[in-house]
């Protein structure tokens, strides 16, 4: 089919990088000599016909930015037939040949679903701060928020240290624990707590008195939200030890600022193949980086692999740690 017009959206949690994912996509888009528009709010966007022209202007000044110009939503009517066809019927109405996918899993089950429904030619980026994604190496946004989660701990170690107190600090992540293994390794945080590998909390608390008792006071404990709630650890940990304690969510703070020198780049290289993707006549594929090369990959057999855990890098962060 001879591509002419092509749609763009962002969908599911917003992350730093959609932004110039989009950039590009436009700007390829345009410089193929193909009519761009984007679609508002995502799914509930396409299913309300939220259709904007885009040209070269409509994206100036936004590579930098954090969350998404076109904005997002978590959209429940996308998964229901329903939802489904009137999504269908807009990429119809508005001869939209090509749709780009910018979000997590849950938003690549819907461009799926468009591809194997109605088979719409879709394209999708990982876009999500979680990098919980298997087929991809990195996933936009992940870079953005590891930093936003490394510079709050600095910050925090300072009010920690001088009062000679603790912090279990909670990172987002679903139930993924790259954010707190990545944000943990590099902030030097005396504990990382992750969903894929179990720690007891006998063992968060012999940790802690070990530390304790041999003069580390400030001690930071990395929780990812997918292996516990912070203030409920703080609790917990106040009743079974001698501990001047206090915890803080860094919340969506993590997602919000400007996107990192890696994610703006990562954004620019996965939108311009994403483009040259429906040009070339391939779709119902995600983009993706490999050992720093850009790769495209069938949307279902990348949503069927299962993410793997980095036992390496989580036992190094252990090893540094372990000789206080
Ligand atoms: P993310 O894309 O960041 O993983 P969500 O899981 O919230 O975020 O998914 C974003 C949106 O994708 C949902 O609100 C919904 O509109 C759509 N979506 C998710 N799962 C499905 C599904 N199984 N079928 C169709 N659409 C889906
Ligand atoms: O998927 C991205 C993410 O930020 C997760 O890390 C987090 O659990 C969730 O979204 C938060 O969702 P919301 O923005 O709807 O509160």
Do not use: W
Request: hydrophobic letters at 40%; aromatic letters at 4%; proline letters at 1%.
């Amino acid at each position: 089919m001879l591509m002419k017009k092509i749609a763009v959206l962002t969908s599911g949690g917003d992350s730093q990088g959609m932004n110039a994912a989009i950039y590009a996509v436009v700007r390829m888009a345009l410089d193929n000599g193909l009519e761009v528009v984007g679609i508002e709010d995502g799914y509930q966007g396409l299913i309300a016909g939220s259709v904007v022209p885009m040209n070269a202007k409509s994206v100036d000044g936004i590579i930098h930015r954090g969350g998404t110009v076109l904005r997002t939503s978590r959209c429940l009517a996308m998964k229901t037939d329903e939802g489904q066809n009137k999504a269908y019927k807009t990429l119809v109405d508005n001869n939209i040949d090509g749709l780009v996918v910018i979000g997590g899993d849950g938003s690549f089950q819907g461009a799926k679903i468009l591809a194997t429904k109605f088979g719409v030619l879709t394209m999708g980026i990982p876009g999500t701060i979680d990098n919980d994604l298997a087929y991809t190496d990195f996933t936009l946004g992940f870079d953005s928020a590891v930093n936003a989660v490394m510079q709050t701990i600095k910050m925090l170690r300072d009010t920690m240290s001088c009062n000679e107190r603790s912090c279990v600090v909670e990172v987002m992540g679903r139930n993924c624990g790259d954010i707190a293994l990545h944000a943990g390794i590099t902030s030097a945080a005396e504990m990382i707590i992750v969903p894929e590998v179990r720690c007891s909390f006998e063992e968060v608390v012999a940790r802690l008195k070990y530390n304790l008792e041999h003069g580390k006071k400030d001690n930071i404990v990395v929780l990812a939200e997918g292996a516990g709630k912070a203030v409920e650890m703080e609790a917990k940990l106040k009743q079974a030890l001698p501990i001047n304690l206090r915890s803080m969510v860094v919340g969506h703070l993590q997602r919000g600022g400007d996107a990192s020198y890696a994610d703006r780049l990562l954004g620019v290289r996965m939108g311009e193949h994403a483009v040259q993707c429906l040009l070339d006549g391939k779709t119902s594929r995600v983009v993706g980086i490999r050992h720093d090369v850009i790769i495209d990959e069938d949307i279902v057999e990348a949503l069927s692999k299962r993410k793997s855990f980095d036992l390496n890098l989580y036992n190094l962060a252990n090893r540094l740690v372990n000789s206080y």
